[in-house]
């Protein structure tokens, strides 16, 4: 079957880092999404990995071993909006998205 | 701005009213999809379109029919909504590069009286 893996909620304080951990398993791969939701709100775009590595894009990096169906989202230098749900999602051979239940951060001053 | 616009925002019914939300895109994109996601869980594919090719996900209830007139627009109709159908109905839209994000419109929420 296909299944997405997050901690149901994480929490950290303001200033500091925090990883968001993903495991996946999906009948075939073509890439590994992050997206933030605050309450109430849809889903926002935050990364795309397809090819093993780091990609870094200002205070959010996200990370991807193919290898080892993982992927990690980084937040640094955390502020009070970063609260929020963060949502893992793997597109399968179909091209479709399959969606984790979502990660809740809780920022703390 | 090119955009992803759901109307209402906010709906209420009562049980057994039929009810249709509404998405409409300025972005020219080939593919629009609804997902059903309720509180702490994860977004539920329940029907997507690449431009007229309608696609119906397995798991989908038969209460719940979709249907897209022209490129800009989709409706998502919701033949005898019940109490387990509350939830945040949103409405995605894609190029037609497979690997591009999804695009979210703002979520309508269904409350069922």
């Known amino acids: 079957g296909q299944n997405i893996d997050q901690p149901t909620e994480m929490t950290a304080t303001e200033g500091a880092i925090v990883q968001i951990n993903c495991t996946y398993q999906t009948s075939g791969f073509n890439g590994l999404f992050w997206y933030q939701q605050h309450a109430g709100e849809a889903p926002t775009f935050l990364s795309y990995n397809v090819l093993d590595g780091l990609e870094e894009k200002g205070r959010f990096s996200s990370f991807l071993s193919r290898s080892k169906g993982y992927s990690y989202l980084l937040l640094k230098e955390l502020q009070m909006k970063d609260s929020a749900s963060y949502l893992c999602a793997s597109m399968d051979s179909n091209y479709q998205l399959i969606w984790g239940a979502g990660t809740k951060l809780i920022i703390k001053p | 701005d090119a955009m992803v616009i759901q109307n209402p925002r906010y709906q209420v019914t009562q049980f057994g009213k039929p009810v249709t939300l509404s998405c409409s895109q300025t972005l020219n994109h080939n593919v629009m999809y609804w997902y059903q996601q309720k509180s702490s869980q994860a977004p539920k594919l329940l029907f997507h379109?690449?431009?007229?090719?309608?696609?119906n996900e397995a798991d989908t209830p038969d209460n719940f029919q979709s249907r897209r007139p022209n490129s800009s627009f989709c409706f998502l109709d919701i033949r005898s909504p019940g109490l387990g159908d509350a939830a945040m109905y949103l409405c995605?839209?894609?190029?037609?590069?497979?690997?591009?994000?999804?695009?979210f419109g703002p979520g309508t929420r269904l409350t069922v009286l």
């Open positions: 995605a839209t894609r190029t037609g590069d497979i690997t591009d994000t999804q695009y």
């Open positions: 379109y690449y431009d007229k090719d309608f696609n």
